[in-house]
């Protein structure tokens, strides 16, 4: 029996798109959004630079892009939809947690697309990030303020406390994802940009009668259940 490497396309071109769109305004969104809270920016003129040039644009075009990926949710297949976020086993996912808290010396279960951990996590960013969005809004909007009946004191207060949960998680992820790219040989963040991700399958040889292994292909068609 022996290894062989093999190149498989995963993430598609939208779908990569929009992951990066969102990580990038996240980014841009918490840093401003925490120098803007923390009282250190006392010149008007760079508090309204950071808050027109840089945070409100951030946050308007992260909103199209969550309502985008939100929409592929429901009408695309494959690693694009909702289904492929759901937890397929507790197994993987104790295991996915065990590899980061050995701080990689475990090793991680083998998986297609997404993590088995981060799925659940997945779908509650979404939830957060769609909330973050909607309090941003209701800041900026007067309107919406009176439709929604709120007023701008409750909606900075709501959008300040998941400022700070949004930070924990986005940093986590970018963490964890270093950790794999580190560890592992799948080329996590690579195929963030190019789409493909490397496998390290068994190739039978001609001795060989029978084996039992995990295939390529059952990773495959487990992720588009």
Do not use: C
């Amino acid at each position: 029996m022996s290894q062989e490497i093999q190149r498989v396309a995963v993430w598609p071109p939208l779908l990569r798109l929009l992951h990066i769109v969102m990580g990038v305004t996240m980014l841009i969104l918490i840093v401003t959004g925490i120098l803007m809270h923390s009282g250190m920016i006392l010149n008007y003129e760079l508090f309204e630079h950071l808050l027109h040039v840089w945070h409100l644009p951030a946050g308007h075009v992260l909103g199209i892009a969550l309502l985008i990926r939100i929409i592929m949710l429901f009408v695309t297949q494959g690693v694009s939809n909702w289904k492929a976020l759901a937890p397929e086993s507790m197994q993987s996912v104790i295991g996915v947690a065990i590899f980061y808290l050995s701080l990689a010396r475990n090793n991680l279960p083998a998986y297609f697309a997404h993590n088995p951990l981060w799925k659940v996590f997945y779908l509650l960013a979404y939830i957060l990030i769609t909330i973050q969005v909607m309090t941003g809004l209701l800041l900026e909007f007067a309107w919406l303020r009176s439709v929604f009946r709120t007023d701008s004191a409750s909606a900075l207060l709501q959008h300040q406390s998941l400022l700070e949960i949004l930070a924990v998680f986005v940093m986590a992820h970018i963490i964890t994802a270093i950790l794999h790219d580190w560890k592992t040989d799948t080329g996590e963040i690579s195929a963030m940009v190019n789409g493909h991700k490397f496998f390290t399958v068994e190739k039978p040889s001609k001795e060989t009668v029978k084996t039992a292994s995990v295939s390529l292909d059952s990773l495959t068609e487990s992720s588009k259940k």
